[in-house]
């Protein structure tokens, strides 16, 4: 007859698809992001092809648009270029890895593309301590376009609409809006010029309105026999021709905002100010002028 042995026990393997996860989108753009994933779990078998898949409705497949980074014979982590995105839009992703089995997805996330590019809007500000070579004119930047300005400031001429090919100044990049000013330097006495304000970004330079300054008349000079002069355009009463340095004692500031329309000026407060001019001026037996305003 047939005899048996004693009975044992064993239970096979579940067949399942591979398990993924997916993080965040980093790198975002107005047309494409960049997907970090990993497969933690292979499954039944190797994987023969893994990726992430993404839509603009909820829970991706793979029969949505999906990037095939290939097989996968253990666990690994991976990046997802996603590219050709449109701007200001919501997307949805999931990881996915493939097996004999079937597919396994992450969990889903999402994400937002930014707005598209446009150029910088920058408008033009007002003048200030406008001098017979030189003055202030200020601006204001109110969008960034691209979100990155790489370079801002004044341009100008003598023609008219002035571009970064004329003289100009360049104060750097930023990634605020708000105000800036620029010092413009080097001009011609009673000229007039035609200013305008610029930045710039990865699409190209956009420019503000025309503002259109003349330089006043340069100051007089005494050709022959000065002996101090005394402009208090450094902030300070230093003597601009020599070393006979006076210093302000007292009630004593310097303003901008001078009569003559350049530099700037003493202002005392009508007390206790006064310019202490440590120095032996004058001589006896000469005759002197002193010129103030």
């Not at 039944?44 to 014979?73: E, F, I, V």
Request: glycine share 10%; hydrophobic share 25%; aromatic share 8%.
């Amino acid at each position: 007859g047939t005899s048996y042995s004693a009975q044992v026990s064993f239970t096979t393997n579940a067949l399942s698809a591979p398990s993924v996860t997916s993080g965040q989108a980093v790198s975002i753009t107005h047309q494409s992001a960049l997907l970090p994933g990993s497969i933690t779990n292979l499954g039944t078998d190797a994987a023969t092809q893994h990726g992430h898949c993404w839509s603009t409705s909820p829970n991706p497949t793979t029969a949505d648009q999906n990037t095939q980074l290939g097989s996968a014979t253990s666990p690994i982590s991976f990046n997802s270029s996603l590219t050709g995105l449109s701007p200001s839009t919501t997307y949805y992703v999931r990881a996915y890895a493939t097996n004999s089995v079937g597919t396994g997805y992450s969990s889903q996330v999402s994400f937002t593309t930014l707005p598209t590019p446009t150029l910088p809007e920058v408008s033009i500000g007002s003048t200030s301590n406008l001098t017979h070579n030189s003055a202030t004119i200020s601006a204001t930047l109110t969008n960034l376009g691209d979100g990155n300005v790489t370079q801002r400031g004044h341009c100008w001429n003598t023609t008219g609409a002035p571009t970064t090919s004329d003289s100009k100044t360049t104060l750097g990049s930023t990634t605020t809006t708000g105000t800036f000013s620029s010092n413009l330097t080097g001009l011609t006495p009673i000229t007039t010029y035609y200013v305008r304000a610029y930045a710039t970004n990865s699409l190209g330079t956009s420019y503000s309105d025309v503002l259109t300054i003349t330089t006043t008349s340069p100051p007089p000079v005494v050709t022959s026999g000065l002996l101090t002069y005394y402009t208090f355009d450094g902030q300070n009463a230093n003597d601009a021709i020599g070393t006979k340095h006076g210093v302000g004692m007292g009630g004593v500031t310097y303003v901008s905002n001078s009569p003559s329309g350049s530099g700037y000026a003493a202002s005392f407060d009508g007390s206790s100010g006064f310019i202490n001019i440590p120095h032996q001026l004058f001589y006896s037996g000469s005759n002197y002028s002193i010129s103030l305003w």
